[in-house]
């Protein structure tokens, strides 16, 4: 306890130490970026301990694993090992612990599994046969339309009903039947003994709504709930905890910051935050005013980019650092001049001693990243990716590249394989004598194509198979010194795309990173290039030499999604354009555009030393075809010029015999 009075006086501010010693009740702290709201929180479940509140009686919400684990981590520096026993995690983490033992009361064994995104749109595809969907299967919206608004309603407390009647009036003919889907599935989930992410907290709550003696016993055991990032939570997790501190104790600390909500598609809800005091009279709200991570150049920037949102909170912050150096905003030619820059700063920091994992470039959509991520490994510069997997070691990444592997070399039985297993109804068996009847033939073709091949291959599987030959013939018929972006163009016209959107979730994003692929690939003067520069960087089959080094010494890619409440000394914002960053989607949605500024003010916010924005000048889509001017984001256009530097590419930097081809060809 002397420690952490020591910590409690030498390590917070004022009006910090203020809020990590508040009285019990409901305490909000609502403050800007960098404040010390994650400090704080942190430090008021240290101060609870101290005073003697058993650790295993305190929830700590936080919105990654990581951040829960850090957060533990420091806590044990600052109280022992006791911390451990802290309830700390995400809302999904708590309520995967939390139902395992009472599952039985909703039809569950303890032993549940938990469904990933592809398994779950499985069986929802199962539960819209079952509601006999699939024989209207050209007007009825598909499965994962229905996953997704079952996922919305759940986690916005809305009935599919209410969805219908409100922000999706298009399906409101189709309603009877998406309950059914809804229903089917649940009963498919119970049998399967699966949860979904969503019933890890929509259980949660039933669980505490329905059985008195559950919320009882929950009530009793968490006294204390605090949560982080409560801008980004939604109505099903904020009735959750709610309802447990309101049977309770009623002590809950809520900390976040309304201008950083960025999770809306999800059903997160600023109002949850800004509404706090109002749902709950009598509880105190706390400031913070004072910015710790970023130089005042960087604050200044900060505040200027959320300045034309009008809902929000106002909030006045200072920075605590020294002067740094000005924010810069660099527009390039093109996307590959873009990372060519980054790549080049990079590698200029770390001459300055500033380690990669000091560094961190982030972007709207993680297909934004892809040209950046080719160059990098060209260059041989370690990276990891947080927003999901490096690009190269997707799925349908790894489909497109066995189809050009198969058109450089038809022997090559790996990506022969992968591509006849990409076929539903054919599995390794199958894949394997078909191989054998392609491998040794002159004409591999033609050995497909035969009576004998089609006959092995299930019935209703034959009409795909013989369009994946049709492709395939395509394919292989060009020359392997063709243009690298024309052949993956002709695979995204054949008949992979219905593939990919019947075998792979989120469809349309891969479809839109398979775009940025055929973008990369147009630097590339040749396919046998391609496929060597990339598959000998070892990137491509799981001989992943670069992740595995010390991620110190690795830079960090992400969406600005995965960025939150984090910090680097180097951040680069990159893919400045409108129709990028605010997404194109995004800004015709009412809100969207509100939201997206919200982004940009996330992104900003996480450099501590020095900012680089970028935009590239002109955009080809698909890597050919013709060069169009690309505007630069609004977010960029509408800062205050003083706030920042108009930078260049160091051109002398770059490789003199670059002789790749730029793309709009
Ligand atoms: P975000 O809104 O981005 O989540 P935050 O308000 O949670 O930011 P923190 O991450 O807690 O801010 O703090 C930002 C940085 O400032 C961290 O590196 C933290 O260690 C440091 N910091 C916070 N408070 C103080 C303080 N009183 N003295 C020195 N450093 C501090
Ligand atoms: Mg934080």
Redesign the pocket.
Known sequence: PAKLARHLDE???ES?RAAVTAPDGYNLIL?????????VITYRVAFLIARGIPAQSILLVTFTRRAAREMVHRLETLVGPGAQKVWAGTFHAVGNRILRRPAHLLGYEPNFTILDGEDQLDLVKLAWQDAGLSGQAKLAPKPDEIMRLISLGLNTRQTLADLVAGPHPHLADWLPQIEKVAEAYAARKRAANCMDYDDLLGLWLKLIREFPDQLREQADLFRHILIDEMQDTNALQVETVETIAAAGAGNLTAVG?DA?SIYRFRGANYDNILEFPKRHPGSRTFMLDVN??STPQIVALTADSIRHNRSGFPKALTSARGDGLLPAVVATADVYEEADLVCQQVLEARDNDVPLGEVAVLYRNHYDSVVLQGELVTRGIPYSVRSGLRFFEQAHIKDVLAHLRVAVNPRDEASWRRLLLMLPGIGPAKAAALFGKIGDSPDPIAAMATKEAMDAVPAKTRGLYAAFVGDMRKLLATDPERHPAEAINAILKGGYPAVVRQKYERPENRLADLEQFAVLAARYDSLERLLAELLLAGDVYGMDTVASSDPKDVLVLTTVHQA??L?WSHVFVIRLVEDSFPHLRAVNEPGGDEEERRIFYVAV?RAKNELTLTYPSTITRGGYGPMTFATPSRFLTELEPTLYERAELDREFLPLEDDRPRGGR
């Open positions: 390590d917070l501010n910090q403050a800007g970026p960098g404040s010390g709201k994650t400090r910051d950083q710790y991570r939150k409440g910090e916010s």
